[in-house]
């Protein structure tokens, strides 16, 4: 049994490198900081979101993740602030974070403005073994055995931004932590850095309608390049629809609503287009954020 538990928990890890380590979101562009440190102080006001993710609804032990950010501005100098926290759970694995960031931004013109972004924190990586089941196991000790570990992770990001576009490039998991599985560590749970690459545009095409195209490029090795394209109709910045399309990956019905430019509130479902999606109903994700007073000129 010793030797037969590492195993497992080295296929576990195994498994997840093959893919991102990150949490899939298909509301993106509705909580761009969560993504991008950069973010933070890049309006004049302060705003907290909440997102929920159910993903493959339906699949059993599928993974839901829950992420709460808050981010805003300095008052008297070109800077803001922010917070996340973050609950993953995929079956036995659960993945907990929290991270603080600060942002810098420069003037380029009266439009342009350049800011960039550290984001530093630290995760919880826990494998509850009890919520596996393996025929002909019935040693006690197996059953309650738990790995946890807490690895600090960082994240750097810049972003470009007018009132029309956007751009930025993102990295995170620069700490690249190795757990120990069992007794000895190994590459195969070495958290793996991740590189996003972010834009947007919106086009008035009058004063009540809007098109904003945006997209997300990730990267992480060695899994594929996967990009996430989508497209919202835009009717008096109050209500938006729009569809999105992820590689390998999905097909997503969007839609949204401001209340007073203060609530929004957003939904997505993902059709699921790779082979899982034989076996389950699709995901689904929530936003909910409400915006500040401007604190800022």
């Known amino acids: 049994m010793k030797k037969f538990a590492p ?11 093959k ?3 990150k949490p899939l979101t298909s509301l993106f562009m509705t909580n761009p900081f969560a993504i991008n440190p950069a973010l933070a102080g890049t309006h004049n006001y302060f705003q907290i979101i909440s997102n929920n993710r159910f993903q493959w609804t339906g699949f059993k032990d599928a993974p839901i993740t829950n992420t709460l950010s808050i981010f805003g501005p300095l008052v008297k100098y070109p800077m803001g602030w922010g917070g996340t926290i973050t609950y993953d759970v995929a079956g036995a694995i659960s993945i907990g974070s929290v991270h603080g960031s600060y942002a ?3 003037t380029v013109n009266e439009d342009i403005k350049v800011s960039m972004g550290l984001n530093l924190g630290f995760m919880q990586y826990k494998i509850d073994l009890a919520n596996i089941t393996i025929e002909d196991i019935n040693d006690p000790v197996y059953y309650n055995a738990q790995e946890t570990y807490y690895p600090l992770d960082a994240t750097v990001g810049i972003y470009c931004y007018s009132s029309t576009y956007h751009v930025g490039f993102v990295a995170t998991n620069l700490i690249n932590n190795k757990f120990k599985i069992g007794d000895q560590p190994t590459g195969l749970s070495k958290l793996k850095s991740h590189f996003y690459l972010i834009a947007g545009y919106k086009y008035f095409i009058n004063r009540e309608w809007a098109v904003e195209p945006s997209l997300i490029l990730k990267k992480v090795s060695p899994a594929p390049y996967q990009l996430d394209f989508n497209a919202r109709g835009w009717y ?10 992820r590689t390998q990956e999905a097909i997503s019905i969007l839609a ?8 929004q509130i957003c939904y997505s479902y993902d059709i699921v287009i790779n082979h899982i999606g034989a076996y389950n109903y699709g995901s689904h994700e929530f936003t909910l954020s409400y915006r500040f007073d401007d604190i800022k000129k």
């Open 7 to 17: 195993l497992l928990l080295i296929l576990l890890f195994s498994m997840n490198i």
């Open 19 to 21: 893919g991102q380590q």
């Open 104 to 106: 810098y931004y420069y």
């Open 236 to 245: 008096r910045n109050m209500v938006w629809m729009g569809l999105s399309y």
């Open 256 to 263: 949204g609503y401001v209340y007073n430019k203060k609530i």
